[in-house]
């Protein structure tokens, strides 16, 4: 629970936003991470080795 | 009939030649969906890869957001405002709608750099990006039915586009009445049909194979000039 | 594949729209588990999300809150609503008749083809008619009976001088205050629907105006939208058009990313100066859906997953296994 407030005080998404500008390009930084975060994981999907019959498939 | 075992008598269903319009739609969906089609217990050896995940992912997802906006529903849509566990339930809604295309997005990468279209899957492919863009419609429509700053920002500039295409003759995003309606009730049931004609023709076709790679041992017969017949879908 | 119906046509493969048959090996796979902990992990993920982060719920801007905080703001926007000039007074279908306000593309403008489905006039709608629903008021009433039995021309006189003289109005002891001047009956006009709006009755007037039972938050809406009150709230969180907004959120929220595409059109030429950016914009992402739906039959497109060569790690296990143990 201690953690969950730790993490609540830092990051309260109710205060005023973080934007980048790069040229005309104007993109919030939660938007950012988002997108990013999506990137990291479809490569992570693609290159992670899956193993077969580990548990789940039987 | 046989009232000691219950057993079923003869005649309790029309013969396979049947021309009843009842009897012809059974034959014809055991047919494309055997049970073992429907519900399969063994899967392709190429399926070996995490990025296959992502479907049932963005399937869950939208469970977990019509569930969300069943409990909202239930209470109303002001309910979120001035109740903690409203608030918490609405946060469960909008995360789960974030969740969904977040997955949906991967799946679609996905599913385009494996040409999954391939093989008389064309169809598949078009519900899917369908149920993509009605999507981001039926989140939009939820945004709206916030009762909120956010959705009197965005309906007073959404209405610009709207209203340029012809749309906004009909489709009125200043209406909350409506667009709460659209919201609940038009679109989910859009997202859902597309949603389950999409996971059927999934089952109907299959998983797509891989790119034959020149070099590699067939995996099919010898003989590989496929044939497609006028009836394919 | 073999014909079941209809004639066999034989066709050339093509990589990019045919298969081979899958005969080699399949594996077990227990279809109904793996939902189970889909849905299970999806719903600790959103659940650590929702108590972590919560949802946002920015208060809604009222005519009272807009009054309370800039009622000049108000005042403008209302005296511009009376002479018909405001961007709803002018905005053409589906709010009103305005001749060449409808967005085209060519002779392409459903907008107009459509025609006015939403009737809203602003001097009936926004000033006259709310302030005739304030009871008990002789003076008020005639001031508006003088306003409305004068020819137009003199009543583009008064509003003309009004909307000057509100440029360097103040506000202050719950009154308008505008510099002296010729104004006839719409300053009184304008005083009293400045006190209507901040005592809240005006958001009441405009929502049950047609029935007591509304839904329908057009008018109001509209006339606040055509103030700078609620466009300066959202431009300081980042949400207008110029600011990339429609893909953002209040706060630090993550918004609509996958609205990018869409709103980067509006920031390029011609679009980002263009009357008709909302058409132009709105074509643009139609033929690209359009594209995006029937990309299994444009050859070229269709053919960049092969291309990319992508595919050769997604079916790594596989073609691995193709080559057989001696190549581990």
Redesign the interface.
């Known amino acids: 629970m201690m953690i969950?407030l730790v993490?609540?005080a830092l990051?309260?998404?109710?205060?005023?936003?973080?934007?980048l500008h790069w040229g005309?390009?104007?993109?919030?930084?939660?938007?950012v991470?988002?997108?990013a975060?999506?990137v990291v994981?479809?490569v992570?999907?693609?290159?992670?080795p899956?193993r077969?019959?580990k548990g789940?498939?039987? | 009939m046989s009232i000691e075992t219950g057993s079923p008598g003869p005649q309790t269903h029309a013969g396979p030649d049947s021309r009843q319009w009842t009897a012809r739609a059974r034959k014809a969906a055991v047919a494309a969906f055997p049970p073992e089609r429907l519900l399969p217990d063994r899967q392709p050896a190429y399926m070996a890869s995490w990025i296959y995940v992502f479907g049932i992912l963005t399937l869950v997802s939208l469970a977990w957001v019509i569930l969300t906006g069943c409990v909202l529903a239930i209470m109303g849509p002001t309910w979120w405002h001035m109740s903690t566990v409203g608030l918490f339930v609405n946060s469960l809604h909008l995360w789960s709608v974030e969740a969904f295309f977040f997955f949906m997005v991967i799946h679609l990468w996905g599913k385009f750099f494996m040409a999954a279209w391939r093989g008389n899957r064309r169809l598949t492919w078009i519900t899917g990006v369908v149920t993509f863009v009605i999507s981001v419609g039926a989140a939009f429509t939820g945004y709206l039915s916030q009762q909120n700053f956010d959705s009197q920002w965005i309906s007073t500039q959404a209405k610009d586009g709207i209203n340029a295409s012809g749309a906004g003759a009909i489709f009125n995003v200043l209406n909350f009445g409506q667009m709460l309606m659209w919201h609940i009730v038009l679109l989910p049931l859009v997202v859902v049909a597309l949603t389950g004609v999409h996971v059927l023709m999934v089952r109907r076709r299959g998983i797509v194979p891989p790119f034959v790679v020149e070099g590699d041992a067939a995996s099919s017969a010898p003989n590989s000039s496929p044939v497609e017949t006028e009836d394919d879908s | 594949m073999s014909a079941a119906k209809g004639t066999a046509k034989p066709r050339r493969f093509n990589p990019d729209r045919d298969v081979e048959d899958w005969h080699g090996a399949y594996v077990p796979y227990d279809i109904l588990k793996e939902a189970l902990v889909a849905l299970l992990v999806v719903g600790v993920l959103i659940a650590g999300l929702s108590i972590i982060f919560s949802s946002p719920d920015e208060h809604p801007v009222t005519l009272k809150s807009w009054t309370a905080n800039d009622p000049v703001d108000f005042a403008q926007t209302a005296i511009t609503e009376l002479d018909g000039t405001s961007a709803v007074a002018t905005y053409g279908p589906p709010y009103n008749a305005t001749p060449g306000s409808s967005q085209s593309i060519g002779f392409f403008s459903p907008e107009k083809w459509f025609g006015v489905r939403h009737p809203v006039n602003t001097a009936q709608d926004f000033v006259i008619d709310p302030l005739r629903t304030l009871p008990n008021r002789p003076a008020l009433t005639a001031v508006l009976n003088r306003y409305t039995s004068a020819p137009s021309s003199q009543q583009a006189l008064w509003t003309a001088a009004y909307e000057k003289a509100v440029t360097k109005a103040s506000f202050a002891h719950g009154a308008l205050r505008v510099p002296a001047g010729r104004y006839g009956p719409v300053a009184p006009m304008m005083s009293a629907l400045t006190s209507m709006a901040r005592s809240g009755s005006l958001d009441g007037a405009l929502l049950s105006s047609s029935q007591f039972y509304d839904t329908n938050y057009t008018k109001p809406l509209l006339y606040i939208a055509d103030g700078t009150y609620l466009a300066n709230l959202a431009g300081q969180q980042h949400l207008q058009g110029n600011q990339w907004g429609m893909m953002n959120e209040t706060g630090s929220f993550p918004g609509q990313a996958w609205l990018w595409l869409y709103t980067l059109w509006y920031q390029v030429p011609p679009m980002n100066s263009s009357p008709n950016a909302d058409l132009q914009v709105w074509a643009i992402m139609m033929g690209l859906t359009v594209l995006l739906v029937c990309l299994p039959f444009i050859p070229g497109l269709r053919s960049i997953p092969r291309w990319s060569r992508v595919y050769r790690l997604i079916w790594r296990v596989h073609y691995r296994e193709l080559q057989g143990p001696a190549t581990t």
């Open positions: 969950v993490i609540r990051v309260n998404l109710n205060g005023p936003g973080h934007y005309f390009i104007q993109i919030s930084v939660a938007n991470l988002l997108i975060l999506m994981v479809f992570g999907a693609i290159l992670i899956f077969r019959g789940r498939n039987r």
